[in-house]
Nanobody, 125 residues
Framework: QVHVVESGGGSVQAGGSLTLSCVVS????????VGWFRQAPEKEREGVAS????????YYADSVKGRFTISRDNAKNTVYLQMHGLEPEDTAMYYC??????????????????WGQGTQVTVSS
């Protein structure tokens, strides 16, 4: 069983920065895809970014490209989401998810089986 735990959420003013962390237990598989998603009240879950753990190949949604950076530290089984230039529209519950040995690594929620509980990000204007 793969366990996923997010942390790092909080409240910031517009233009501020936050870094979210996602710890994926036991890198026992040869390849993982880890994705970040967010869901605002009364909105659908949105894929934000994803990364292949071994290759480090990132993918970003257009809405965050140039502002968010996904990275990983395999020694710590951790994936980070650095968020800069935050806007009130970025306010949401942010979730991390993992999938093992994927053929592709895109932030499509249907492709991920293992989810964390989420961490709240609130951006005030």
């Amino acid at each position: 069983q793969v366990h996923v735990v997010e942390s790092g959420g909080g409240s910031v003013q517009a233009g501020g920065s936050l870094t979210l962390s996602c710890v994926v237990s036991e890198y026992i598989y040869s390849e993982y895809c880890v994705g970040w998603f967010r869901q605002a009240p009364e909105k659908e879950r949105e894929g934000v970014a994803s990364i292949f753990i071994s290759k480090g190949t990132p993918y970003y949604a257009d809405s965050v490209k140039g502002r968010f950076t996904i990275s990983r530290d395999n020694a710590k089984n951790t994936v980070y989401l650095q968020m800069h230039g935050l806007e009130p529209e970025d306010t949401a519950m942010y979730y991390c998810a993992a999938e093992v040995t994927p053929a592709v690594c895109l932030p499509n929620a249907a492709r991920f089986r293992y989810w964390g509980q989420g961490t709240q990000v609130t951006v005030s204007s």
